[in-house]
Each structure stands twice: as structure tokens, then as C-alpha cells.
């Protein structure tokens, strides 16, 4: 008989035969929706609504919510979006048991666990939890990213990492070593060579998926990771700590950073604004620029603004804010982000976007081409390429 001998929190919860199966089915799906009936929901459009709303618009050009009233009376569009919805719920509920069957033995790993590398955790158990968060469950993922259940509890963060890897699963952006953070690191590394940020700080970094890239490109540096949610925390600083990795993983609302003024030298996040009321994201970026050092970075990763897509490719991205408890995706996406950056200090002369192919799902010689500027990534919305904003201080 094979004894199973957890060694990190990663692998404490391991699923039974029926759970992988369903796991793999649901990736399965929302591969299918999100490339295939995707798919076939634009030819529908571009064949037949578009131009039935060419020849009733008297010449006034679509915008996203004409397509979406459009679309709505569709029934591919009407199949599409209760598909993704109700996978998007099964995303959640397929890790769930495995995690509430193995929860004491997760809780007592991520407390006990040493941390050789030298990272840390800091929580504050009279933070108060913001409301756009509390009153949601973002992502449609039961108890949001702060709930907790027992004491030490890393349910949520579990959860929230397990179920990521079925949420990306059938996609084409799972490519090994890449997305989000190891992306914009490896970006920071081609293109500006000369930047060797000593303390970088990963707003809402949830379980350390993409606090962990910086570690690794800068190794002399000290990598902060903050979010609001005590279970995410507890889980990431177990996985960095079991992976070796030094992280100083602090429970912090981003509005109110506990940082020095010009004291950091790059601020980064990863599809955390646009969860945020635009109030908030205001707030954010002003605090980014007091602590920053002159000559840092503020950069964040999300999906395109309204201006850099098609009237389609908008209505597509605004299906979160609709159906998928992110009521501030929409109003964020509309934003001029110059604006946004220049309000909270930055010179907009110093401001700065790109969009990059994801790393580790093209050949490095493109990818390090596109980082330099001298080709572009086409926006491709399943993950192939991601949309990066910030300002130099």
C-alpha cells in the first residue's frame, strides 16, 4: 500500500478519482465555451446581429451595450452565459470537498511550517475587511477572500488556489511558467535592464502566484505581498515557505499601505483593480506614489480598457461585471488611465502601457522582442497576451 506523505499544503488535500474527473471535466468546459462556443457566438454576431443593427441604427456606430441588448435575444448567447456561470460556480465546488476533508491537517501544515528562506507573516486581526469585498463573493467563489471558519483557518486560500488551476486548466494560457506575474517580471527584466528594485510590493496578492516571479528575477530583493483576506495570506506564506522562496506576506488594505514615503521601489498587482470601486483605485494610486522612490515603478497588470478594444472585444470583456460579482469591472475598464495615473502625482509624461505576449507561450526571442517594443502582441483574450499599465515616478 502507498502511504501519502504531504510535504506542502499544495498537495495536503489530494483529490479522490471522482474529484480529478470532474475537475478535468469542468476544464474541459469552460475550454469549450471560452475558445469554442466563444467562437461561434462571434460569427453568429458578425453574420447575422451585426448586420441587422447596421441597418436599424441610422448610422450610429455600436458600442457595448447596444451588442449586449443585441446579443441578449440570442439563444448561442443565452447558452454561452449560463454555461460560463454555472461553470464558473462548479470551478469553486469541485476543490471544495477535498479541502474541507483534509482542513485540519492544512491548518496545522501552514502554522507550523518553518520558513528557511527568511519570509514572514503579518496579520492584523482588527483590520476591517472593505466592503467590495465583504459584500461579495467575487469570482461567484463562496466566502470571498476573507472568510474564515476555524482558527488559522487557509480554507479560502485553498480553495482559491486549487480551484484556479480548474479554472485555467483547459485554457491555452496554462503554459508552463507562465501568466501574469512571471510575465511582467521577465517584461521589467528585457526592457528595462537597469532596474533593480530592492523592495517590490504585490498588492491584493492573494496565495503568492505572482508575488513569487519577482523572487526569482530579482533574488536581492525584498518581495511583499499584501491583500485584505488573513486565509489567503496564511496559505501563500506555507507554499513560499515550502517552495523556499522568501516573501514577506503582511494582511494590509492597499489604501492605507504601511510603508514609508519613497520607500519602495516597484508596486505591482495582477487583475486587482478592476475589483475595486474607482474611488478606491484612486485612493490606491496615490498611496503607490507616496511610497515610491523617486525613479520607481508603479505597474499593474489587467484586462484592455474600453479604448484599446473593438466595440465586440468590449462587450465580451463587460460579461464579469454583469454576471460575475464584479460590479466595478465596466466603469474601471472605461477609465482614462492616464487620467488615473496623473491624478494620484505621476507625470504623464511618464506614464507607460503594453500589451506582451504571456511568457512561456511564445519563443523567448519574441517575447523578449515585444518586451523591447519592436513587435506588438495582438490582444487575445483567453490569455495568450496580457495588458500592463503604469508610470515611472
Known amino acids: 500500500m502507498t502511504v501519502y506523505i504531504p510535504t506542502s499544503v499544495d498537495n495536503a488535500a489530494p483529490a479522490t478519482h471522482d474529484e480529478r474527473s470532474r475537475q478535468r471535466f469542468i476544464s474541459a468546459m469552460r475550454r469549450k465555451v471560452l475558445v469554442d462556443l466563444a467562437g461561434d457566438m462571434r460569427q453568429t454576431y458578425d453574420t447575422q446581429v451585426a448586420p441587422a443593427m447596421e441597418r436599424n441604427a441610422a448610422n450610429q456606430p455600436a458600442d457595448a451595450v447596444a451588442i449586449r441588448k443585441a446579443m441578449a435575444e440570442r439563444s448561442i448567447y443565452k447558452f454561452y452565459s449560463t454555461s460560463r456561470y454555472k461553470l464558473q460556480e ?3 465546488e469541485s476543490v471544495r470537498p477535498q479541502v474541507e476533508r483534509n482542513i485540519d491537517t492544512m491548518v496545522d501544515m501552514a502554522r507550523d511550517v518553518p520558513s528557511p528562506a527568511g519570509g514572514t507573516l503579518a496579520l492584523d486581526p482588527s483590520l476591517d475587511i472593505p466592503r467590495y469585498v ?21 480554507a479560502q486560500g485553498a480553495i482559491y488556489c486549487y480551484g484556479i488551476g480548474v479554472f485555467y486548466g483547459g485554457l491555452p494560457m496554462t503554459t508552463n511558467g507562465g501568466g501574469p506575474g512571471a510575465t511582467i517580471a521577465n517584461f521589467l527584466r528585457v526592457a528595462h ?31 511583499h505581498g499584501i491583500d485584505v483576506g488573513a486565509p489567503m495570506l496564511r496559505y501563500g506564506h506555507a507554499r513560499a515557505a515550502a517552495a523556499g522562496k522568501k516573501v514577506h506576506f503582511s494582511q494590509q488594505n492597499a489604501e492605507h499601505l ?3 514615503d519613497n520607500s519602495v ?7 486587482f483593480l478592476h475589483e475595486l470601486p474607482v474611488k478606491t483605485t484612486r485612493d490606491i494610486f496615490k498611496e503607490c506614489f507616496r511610497v515610491l522612490k523617486p525613479g520607481g515603478l508603479m505597474i499593474h497588470f489587467e484586462l484592455p480598457p474600453r479604448s484599446e478594444v473593438d466595440a465586440y472585444q468590449d462587450f465580451y470583456l ?5 454576471y460575475n460579482n464584479e460590479p466595478s469591472y465596466a466603469q474601471f475598464r472605461g477609465q482614462s488611465l492616464t487620467d488615473l495615473c496623473s ?3 505621476f507625470d504623464p509624461n511618464n506614464y507607460m502601457q503594453q500589451q506582451l505576449f504571456n511568457w512561456g507561450t511564445v519563443p523567448e526571442e519574441q517575447f523578449n522582442a515585444c518586451a523591447r517594443g519592436e513587435i506588438k502582441a495582438p490582444i487575445i483574450l483567453n490569455g495568450g497576451s496580457w495588458f500592463t499599465f503604469g508610470a515611472w515616478k
Open 90 to 92: 462548479m470551478t469553486w
Open 134 to 154: 465583504s459584500e461579495l463573493d467575487v469570482h461567484l467563489m463562496p466566502g470571498c477572500f476573507h472568510s474564515e471558519h476555524t482558527h488559522d483557518d487557509i
Open 193 to 223: 535592464p537597469g532596474f533593480t528594485p530592492r523592495t517590490v510590493v504585490d498588492l491584493g496578492c492573494t496565495t503568492g502566484n505572482n508575488s513569487f516571479p519577482y523572487v526569482e528575477v530579482y533574488p536581492d530583493a525584498d518581495v
Open 258 to 260: 504601511q510603508f514609508e
Open 265 to 271: 521601489d516597484l508596486i505591482t498587482s495582477t487583475y
Open 318 to 322: 463587460d460579461w464579469d461585471a454583469y
Open 343 to 345: 491624478e494620484a502625482g
